[in-house]
Structures are given as C-alpha cells and as structure tokens.
C-alpha cells in the first residue's frame, strides 16, 4: 500500500492544491488532524479532503472549531482564527469533523494528532523525552503518525531500548522501516509549516517498500497571505508563513 499523508493543512487551500498535484498514485490519504483553523479556506479544503476519502484523526483546531475543545487553551491569533472559522464553516463540514476519532488504530495504521499518552489534551511531542511517553502506548503498531507540531521529523525507538533517537527532516527526506524498530513520525504541515521551511509538507509511506518520505513543495503563498489579509485574518499569522515560522 502506498498511503498519502497530509497534516495540518489549516485551512490553505494554495498549498494543499500543489501538494496534491505532484503526489502521484496513491491508494489511501492519511490526514493526521487539524484540517482548519488559521487560514482562509476552511469549506474548500474540507470539501477537497472529503473527496479524498481520508482516514483521519481530530486536531485541537478541529475541536476548537466545531466547538469539541474551548478556545481558552489558544493564543489570542488562534482564538481570533477559530471564532472566524466557526462563524464560515458549512454544517456539513462540522459534521464530518465532529465524526473523526481521537485515534485511529487498525492493523496497518496507527495515527493521533498529538501525543498517544493522552490524545485529547492534544500534547506536543518535540524532544526525544517527550516522544518517550508514546512509545509504550503503541503496542505492536512500528509505527505512529503524528501532526500538531508542524515540524518534520521523525523519533526512532529500538525495542527494549528507552532512549529514542530524533531524524530532522525539515529539508524533505527517506528513511527505511527497520525490523525491531518503532517510528513516530510527523510528516510536518501542508498550511503552516513551523521548521523554517516555508515550503507545504507532506509525506508517502511505502508499506511494501518499507520506507516513508517527507517531500517539500512551493506553493503561491501570496495568494494566500493575501486572502488572509483582505478576510481581516491577524497578521502575524499571514505574516509567519513567509519564514515557515
């Protein structure tokens, strides 16, 4: 099986358009969370995932904004996103996000937004220590799909080992599935990349092959930057996509 993963895609509907256009056969999307929240075009990229058909999992802009999670837990530019969103969203949008699980969990994929120790406080898995946590929950799965970060990386575990090792892969990169290994992965974000690469990020995952890629793509980021704009979006967050910030 060859799955597509795309994360975090916020709402941009530019960046989601070109990674789609350069990802070649695939036979399944993964989308681990976060199809809303921050940017311009929440029914159109909602419209353009259900048609993909994904196995997805919640996001916390997800919840916030179909009123799953309160928005206290936000910076006041999120919370500012999420109340625009709410007030756009189609009811039909709402209701397919309303239906997505914490976690999804079968015998081929394992997937949350966040952490898998407490999927719903939404907790951020950025060091090693952290990644820790989440390696026990993942039972025999080798591997976990992860977003929220919007950091591309990967944490590498090897069995009856602690410690785990942390793959930086801001730059787009392929790594292989080893036997006696487990793999976190964060394939980064399509609509608000945070790893200082300002390009939409996306991954492939090669069941037959073993192996998973993360790939970077430009996209007209004007485009958006300036629909954000003219919708009256904060500006630091039109302003940060600029810098994958």
């Not at 159109?44 to 009123?67: M, Q």
């Not at 930086?168 to 790594?175: A, C, E, P, T, V």
């Not at 890629?213 to 500006?235: C, F, H, S, W």
Request: hydrophobic residues 35%.
């Amino acid at each position: 099986m060859r799955y597509g993963i795309v994360s975090d895609i916020h709402s941009n509907l530019e960046a989601l358009s070109a990674v789609l256009e350069v990802f070649g056969t695939v036979d399944m999307f993964l989308c681990p969370g976060d199809i809303v929240g921050y940017g311009p075009n929440p029914n159109e990229c909602c419209s353009i995932l259900r048609d993909l058909k994904p196995i997805s999992v919640l996001g916390n802009h997800d919840a916030a904004c179909v009123g799953r999670q309160s928005i206290e837990w936000f910076n006041p530019h999120a919370q500012a996103a999420i109340l625009w969103t709410r007030e756009r969203l189609a009811e039909s949008h709402a209701d397919y996000i309303l239906g997505f699980p914490d976690i999804h969990s079968d015998e081929r994929i394992l997937m949350t937004h966040g952490s898998l120790r407490n999927p719903l406080d939404f907790e951020y898995i950025m060091s090693h220590w952290e990644a820790g946590e989440s390696f026990p929950e993942m039972g025999d799965h080798p591997i976990c799909f992860i977003g929220h970060t919007h950091i591309a990386e990967v944490y590498v575990q090897k069995a009856d080992n602690l410690d785990a090792d942390q793959i930086s892969l801001y730059d787009g990169g392929k790594i292989t599935v080893l036997p006696g290994y487990k793999y976190i992965v964060n394939c980064g974000s399509v609509g608000q990349p945070r790893d200082g690469n300002p390009l939409a990020s996306y991954g492939i995952y090669d069941s037959d092959e073993g192996t998973i890629e993360i790939r970077r793509v430009e996209y007209d980021l004007a485009v958006t930057q300036n629909k954000m704009q003219e919708a009256g979006l904060p500006p630091a967050l039109w302003q940060r996509l600029k810098y994958g910030m």
